[in-house]
């Protein structure tokens, strides 16, 4: 395998080295700038002088005299593993003489005192780099194999058990507890040398901390046994005592503030592939606490970790929905949908606040396609190459090559120590996992159908410059994330069509379009979405594809039901002309060619398909529709609703409206006229026209016509934009029809006359709703269309025929009462 082709036929670019913060320190050399050492005076044989680490490169300092100050022309390089270097102290323990460079020699009158200020608070280098076996050695070079460390418990902050090195691959120690033999190799520990739960033989009785095998290890053997385990230990660390230097780039912790109850979100480190809600349970100190997966079903084993402020994938409350990814329901959730606030309500508990964790956002310069080695979490012992699939605020999803097993991606924090730059396993020679070998024709068919390669997905992308359509809020969609994903396939799509419902403008429909939805063709499980809208919730269950193949052909007919361009959300990233020129195309030209049903041939089987088995047909709801109806002319008038142009099963209506005017023929789109019942029972269209009769002779036509034309012509009086009425004009009154004349103001008449002038009308059986409602003469001249349907509940014909009649008596009170 090599590194540099994989890349360069993949395409990408290896992360930097300086991104894995561990890795560079443990390049470091032993030798810190700063320190001070005892050199061979070159001008004076068999003398001495004191001399500071300006910097390292390997094996290689390069010193400055003491006494040169700033000056930088003498400084000089030297060989750790040739040079004679010792330790500030050596030569008065030796009898050997410090005198100044000749140099410098006259540049101080009292020496001894020079001294004494230049080394005060100064750190001089220890006398086991500069001789023996570790001489020259880096600090992470110093830990070797049969070294005995002191490693703190998983679940128990105070409890510490001796482990013996068992490898040391570049840093990363593989550990075994004092005790266990090589038949217990399932149970090595690989951590990194600068793990915070690593600490030197004998730190834990210094610090009164308890000394015991950790609790799920005490039933291997006897207590006898662990106790001579443990003095074995102690005897072999003693021996060969490992360097405190080891320890010198160990973190401090931090304190905490976090609190027993709090909830927060967590990367749990037993499954690196998911985000799920976890409590705090314990405090153990004002450095360490407990926290517990959040587990509500009968039988619950709850899953609990000691963390700390800096512990990787600890995240707020809130974090994945704010970054658009999917976080896991607690095992047991009754819900539909999982809410933080009505979870945090119905607990009485609260969550975290943001400043009990450190920087979310920070990422280290990590960025998409990037390479890396990373550790795979089912096997610690393997390294394998991998390549960043998407990064989130401090979290990077990893996909890892050759991989066999299902977890074949991760989840990391840019701070984890199980990641490594490209290059380190060849150069600690240990042995990287390299991508599977390219197959044959033959078996890639079988290798397509692997669980691991189903059912998790990359990023599908929101292209927030294509048509939205008529269903969805341009706005809204702007303000979505550009991608969802990676992960499971039917979790990114739940994600994915639960912020289209909430970006519609009216939800519920979206929500059912999409129910409709199906192939017989997809592989398929079933999801419960809601919808919110003006107060009322609605829930539908929607299949959505679980194969990351489907998920193409899948988003492509969700945009199709939903009339907007196919690439609108999409495996494919349109970073700047869409494919589809779909910013060419006008709102009506391109949900005519997109919104349009159509037919596809039959396949062989015979059986009439429109890419899935034909339905029977069913009768659809009757829709509302709002009618407008200008003055007679001869020009045409196109009402369309600036919003959504379609109605809501639940019959409230959009009262914003765009006007198009033009002269008749010259409009941009083929338009047919259309009778009363085609609008009030065929789908809306996004501009509904109604054509004005020519002239007045049109009143002698048939029936159902006259009954249109005075229909509408009584609802022109209602002015939809300021809710104000506009008493019509006589000339509006249709020909053969008999004016009213009252005999009594209807602002004064009571409930009960109300009642009587309906029961005179072809509408008498609604008379019991306005007795119901107690509607007197006042309320009845205020009914318009819109308040008639939803108040009283009425179909658009009933509707239209009740508020014909009211609109003959506001035009006697207008002629007979308003002056």
Known sequence: FNWEEYIEEKGGSAAPHT?????????????????????????????????????????????????????????????VMTAELHPVGWCAQNNKTLIPPEAIKEKYSDWTEFLIQDLTGSRTAPANLLEGPLRGKNTVDLIVEGSVLELQDTYDPFLYWPARVIKNIGGRLCLRYAGLTEDHLTRDIWLFYLNVRL??????????????????????????????????????????????????????????????????????????????????????????????????????????????????????????????TGLERPRGFEGQDFDWADYLKK?????????????????????????????????????????????TGRLLWLRLEGVTKPLSECIVDSESMDIFPVGWCEANAY????????????????????????????????????????????GRIAELPQAVGPGKCALVLKELLTMLINAAYKPGRVLKELQEMESHSWDCQEETLKAKYKGKTYRSTIRIVRIADQIPEFCRKV????????????????TDKCPENCSLQTKTKFTYYYGKKRKLSKPVGGEDTEGEQAKPARKRKKRKAIFVQKKRRSSTVDYTYAGSPLDSDDGEEDEDFTLHSGSEGTSSEPRDDLSVAEVSSSRPRRAVTLRKAANSGHSSQESTERELRRSTRSLSAYNQKDNKYQPPKEQDVQEGESQLVLDRNPLEWTVDEVVQFINSTDCASLANIFQEQDIDGQALLLLTLPTVQECMDLKLGPAIKLCHHIERVKVAFYKQYAN
């Open 19 to 79: 991104n894995f913060k561990h890795v560079e320190i443990s390049l470091q050399s032993s030798f810190q700038p700063g320190m001070k050492l005892e050199v061979a005076n070159k001008s004076t044989p068999d003398t001495y002088w004191v001399a500071t680490i300006i910097t390292t490169c390997g094996q290689l300092l390069l010193l400055r005299y003491s006494g040169y100050g700033e000056d930088r022309k003498a400084d000089f390089w030297c060989d």
């Open 199 to 324: 600490r030197p033989l004998g730190w834990a009785q210094e610090n009164c901390l308890t000394v015991e095998p950790p609790t799920e290890l005490k039933c291997l053997q006897n207590h006898s046994d662990w106790q001579q385990a443990l003095e074995e230990a102690r005897l072999e660390g003693q021996k060969n005592p490992l360097p405190l230097e080891v320890f010198k780039d160990h973190v401090d912790l931090p304190k905490h503030s976090f609190k027993v109850g709090m909830k927060l979100e967590m990367v749990p480190w037993w499954d690196r592939l998911q985000i799920c809600p976890v409590s705090v349970t314990k405090v153990y100190n004002e450095y360490y606490f407990q926290v517990t997966v959040d587990d509500l079903s009968v039988d619950a084993k709850p899953w609990s970790v000691v963390c700390h402020v800096n512990s990787p994938g600890i995240l707020p409350v809130q974090w994945c929905l704010k970054n658009g």
């Open 559 to 574: 945009c199709l039901k939903l009339q907007c361009c196919p690439n609108l959300f999409s495996p494919l990233l349109v």
């Open 431 to 474: 042995p990287l996992t390299p991508p599977l070998k390219p197959v044959s024709s033959k078996q890639k068919k079988i290798a397509v159908v692997q669980p691991e390669k189903q059912y998790c997905c990359s990023k599908i992308f929101v292209n927030h410059r294509c048509f939205s359509g008529p269903y969805l809020n341009k």
């Open 347 to 391: 607990s009485g508990t609260e969550a975290a606040p943001d400043v009990c964790f450190p920087d979310t956002w920070q990422t280290r310069g990590f960025a998409k396609d990037m390479w890396l080695e990373a550790v795979n979490p089912a096997r610690p012992s393997e390294v394998c190459v991998a390549q960043i699939t998407q990064v």
